[in-house]
T-cell receptor, first 118, second 112 residues
Framework: AQTVTQSQPEMSVQEAETVTLSCTYD???????LFWYKQPPSRQMILVIR????KQQNATENRFSVNFQKAAKSFSLKISDSQLGDAAMYFC???????????????WGLGTSLAVNP | NAGVTQTPKFRILKIGQSMTLQCTQD?????MYWYRQDPGMGLKLIYY???????DKGEVPNGYNVSRSTTEDFPLRLELAAPSQTSVYFC???????????FGSGTRLTVV
């Protein structure tokens, strides 16, 4: 079974600085999807970025980028020029390409709480 | 452009009561999901649907039921509420099997 591990329960960053959140996963599959979601205090889950495992190029969305190391099964999120509004829980998630039964779900890490200091 | 709408946002139930959590999406997404989020436990899939009339159990379906009579609506029914069902419940939808989810704003349910 696949697992997702976020080893940093809490992180902090100064406003305008860069921070990297770690995520590792375990799978025997060769193709899959990886996601980062943000959950601010408002509780709403927001998709930050998505990466297809078969793509070599790291996904980027404005100030958010990933470092996807497939061999190492690592999927870290880099937030550049951090803003106060980036303060939130960040969740890493895995989705199998097997589209049947209980593979039809995201497997979630336990999250990293990011504080942004002014 | 409402996205995924969940109601209610908060609810307190007494043990043994029943209720329905409503979920509606206006994006014509085929896939819909119900997750619960417990502190320190991550999100767990309760039920999901791949289209109108089709539902299936997730990881933690006991004590819950769902229906999907239309593409837009995916209500979650709690029968005989128990304290173990105290949680935050999220409804989500996606256009296909592998797209990113759009989440509702969640329902905080407390069973006392």
């Amino acid at each position: 079974a696949q697992t997702v591990t976020q080893s940093q329960p809490e992180m902090s960053v100064q406003e305008a600085e860069t921070v990297t959140l770690s995520c590792t996963y375990d799978t025997s599959e060769s193709d899959y999807y990886l996601f980062w979601y943000k959950q601010p205090p408002s509780r709403q889950m927001i998709l930050v970025i998505r990466q297809e495992a078969y793509k070599q190029q790291n996904a980027t969305e404005n100030r958010f980028s990933v470092n996807f190391q497939k061999a190492a099964k690592s999927f870290s999120l880099k937030i550049s020029d951090s803003q106060l509004g980036d303060a939130a829980m960040y969740f890493c998630a895995y989705r199998s390409l097997v589209n049947a039964g209980n593979n039809r779900k995201l497997i979630w890490g336990l999250g990293t709480s990011l504080a942004v200091n002014p | 452009n409402a996205g995924v709408t969940q109601t209610p946002k908060f609810r307190i139930l007494k043990i043994g009561q029943s209720m329905t959590l409503q979920c509606t999406q206006d994006m014509n997404h085929n896939y819909m999901y119900w997750y619960r989020q417990d502190p320190g436990m991550g999100l767990k899939l309760i039920y999901y649907s791949v289209g109108a009339g089709i539902t299936d159990k997730g990881e933690v379906p006991n004590g819950y039921n769902v229906s999907r009579s239309t593409t837009e609506d995916f209500p979650l029914r709690l029968e005989l509420a128990a304290p173990s069902q105290t949680s935050v419940y999220f409804c989500a939808s996606s256009p296909g099997a592998f797209g990113g989810y759009t989440f509702g704003s969640g329902t905080r349910l407390t069973v006392v």
